[in-house]
């Protein structure tokens, strides 16, 4: 069975820092992973995904994460944080031919 | 190219009343899930359609249940509501291509039970 922990319900960074949203995953399988974020009253958008190329993954708006099997973990990083990046952010891991299962998701916070 | 259209955006009703909530996929795509979310319990499989099959299921009773068409349209249907069932519904389409698959979300709909 595959599960998601992200290590922290709530981060808070000042605009312009770094930011690390923390992902460890647990799968039977090679799994894909990704990660989602939800802007309020929004659907979930994808950020970038992890499927068993290249471990340093790029996304979009500037975000990558980087698939450490060893530590099974796939957290999320962005080097300068801005306004528009707060709001929740989801890790996924999905195997072929069973469901998505998310994380219990991180709430990011940007303060000026 | 269109996204995931989900109808309605919001709905609310009574308890012990059903409701019937709409997805429409990204063209092309014959996979179809629904997921509740809630401030509680987080986002929650509910279950998966391909090829108007259902292929996988979620521990949700049998008060929840979906079906696919032909064009992929999926449906998720839920009968004497309770309470407990406001949540975000959110449906996401794939094109189940083996581990290149990755899901688009419709914006969801926000049902509310009174």
């Known amino acids: 069975a595959q599960s998601v922990t992200q290590l922290d319900s709530h981060v808070s960074v000042s605009e312009g820092t770094p930011v690390l949203l923390r992902c460890n995953y647990s799968?039977?399988?090679?799994?894909?992973l990704f990660w989602y974020v939800q802007h309020p009253n929004k659907g979930l958008q994808l950020l970038l995904k992890?499927?068993?190329?290249?471990?340093l993954v790029k996304g979009i708006n500037g975000f990558e994460a980087e698939f450490k099997k060893s530590e099974t973990s796939f957290h999320l990083t962005k080097p300068s944080a801005h306004m528009s990046d707060a709001a929740e952010y989801f890790c996924?891991?999905?195997?072929?031919?069973?469901?998505?299962?998310f994380g219990p998701g991180t709430r990011l916070s940007v303060l000026p | 190219k269109a996204g995931v259209t989900q109808t309605p955006r919001y709905l609310i009703k009574t308890r012990g009343q059903q409701v019937t909530l709409s997805c429409s996929p990204i063209?092309?795509?014959?996979?179809v899930s629904w997921y509740q979310q809630t401030p509680g319990q987080g986002l929650q499989f509910l279950f998966e359609?391909?090829?108007?099959?259902?292929?996988n299921k979620g521990n949700f009773p049998g008060r929840f249940s979906g079906r696919q068409f032909s064009n992929s349209r999926s449906e998720m249907n839920v009968s004497t509501l309770e309470l407990g069932d406001s949540a975000l519904y959110l449906c996401?389409?794939?094109?189940?291509?083996?581990?290149?698959?990755?899901?688009?979300f419709g914006q969801g709909t926000r049902l509310t039970v009174v």
């Open positions: 996401a389409s794939s094109l189940d291509t083996g581990t290149n698959t990755e899901a688009f």
């Open positions: 799968s039977s399988y090679s799994p894909s």
């Open positions: 992890y499927t068993s190329a290249a471990t």
């Open positions: 996924v891991v999905f195997v072929y031919g069973q469901n998505f299962v």
């Open positions: 063209s092309g795509h014959r996979s």
């Open positions: 359609y391909f090829s108007e099959t259902q292929r």
